[in-house]
């Protein structure tokens, strides 16, 4: 069964610092693999998704995230944080055949923004 | 356009009591989820249903718990008779495509408090 690892609980970043989230995947073959972000009171909202080729992938609100195989990690990053991006993120990974596409998703990451 | 609409927002009931989640999807889309997120078991998938039919229940944690879909626009989830343990914050997400499940909408979600 696939499995998402997200070390990190809490981030905390000054605004206008660049950011990472971590994620790794444990899966037998390359997955599909997501990223989600849930503001406070809200529902989680897709961010951006990975499937296949070029491993750097374009997500909205600024964020991007790259595949590295090698390292069954899938990282999200920004280079500018603003203090709207708040919230709690979640890296998911779903089977890339064969399956129901449903993902499974990490324990979350929350980034605190300060002023 | 309308997202995915649940209600109530907030639920405090009491050990024992019969409690209803309700979900109203986005129009069209054919697929439905309930999901539950609690601080130590992060984000679960209860079930889901495709075209109205519930397709995977292994996610519901025990027979208290049922839900249903009568009809394209409306799904519940009840826990009968609550208990504690089941406070937690309850989603409804949904998919506009069979075969792109990972493509989900939240809702705002339930808060639930079993005292």
């Known amino acids: 069964a696939q499995s998402v690892t997200q070390p990190d609980i809490h981030i905390t970043v000054s605004e206008g610092a660049s950011l990472e989230l971590r994620c790794n995947y444990s899966?037998?073959?390359?997955?599909?693999l997501f990223w989600y972000v849930q503001s406070p009171g809200q529902g989680l909202q897709l961010l951006l998704k990975?499937?296949?080729?070029?491993?750097l992938v374009q997500g909205i609100k600024g964020f991007e995230a790259e595949f590295k195989r090698s390292q069954s990690s899938f990282n999200l990053r920004k280079p500018s944080v603003h203090w709207s991006d708040a919230a709690e993120y979640f890296c998911?990974?779903?089977?890339?055949?064969?399956?129901?596409?449903?993902?499974?998703f990490g324990r979350g990451t929350s980034l605190i923004v300060h002023p | 356009d309308a997202g995915v609409i649940q209600s109530p927002r907030h639920e405090v009931t009491e050990m024992g009591q019969e409690v209803t989640l309700r979900c109203k999807p986005i129009?069209?889309?054919?697929?439905l989820f309930w999901y539950r997120q609690t601080m130590m078991r992060g984000l679960e998938l209860l079930i889901y249903?495709?075209?109205?039919?519930?397709?995977?229940d292994s996610g519901m944690p025990e027979d208290r718990f049922s839900a249903k879909m009568p009809n394209a626009s409306f799904s519940t989830l009840k826990i009968q008779p609550s208990e504690p343990r089941d406070s937690a914050v309850y989603f409804c997400?949904?998919?506009?495509?069979?075969?792109?499940?990972?493509?989900?909408?939240f809702g705002p979600g339930t808060r639930l408090t079993v005292t």
């Open positions: 129009s069209g889309h054919n697929s």
């Open positions: 249903f495709n075209n109205n039919v519930p397709i995977d």
């Open positions: 899966y037998g073959a390359t997955p599909y």
């Open positions: 990975y499937f296949s080729g070029d491993t």
């Open positions: 997400a949904s998919s506009p495509r069979t075969g792109a499940l990972y493509e989900q909408y």
């Open positions: 998911a990974v779903a089977p890339a055949s064969g399956g129901s596409y449903i993902p499974t």
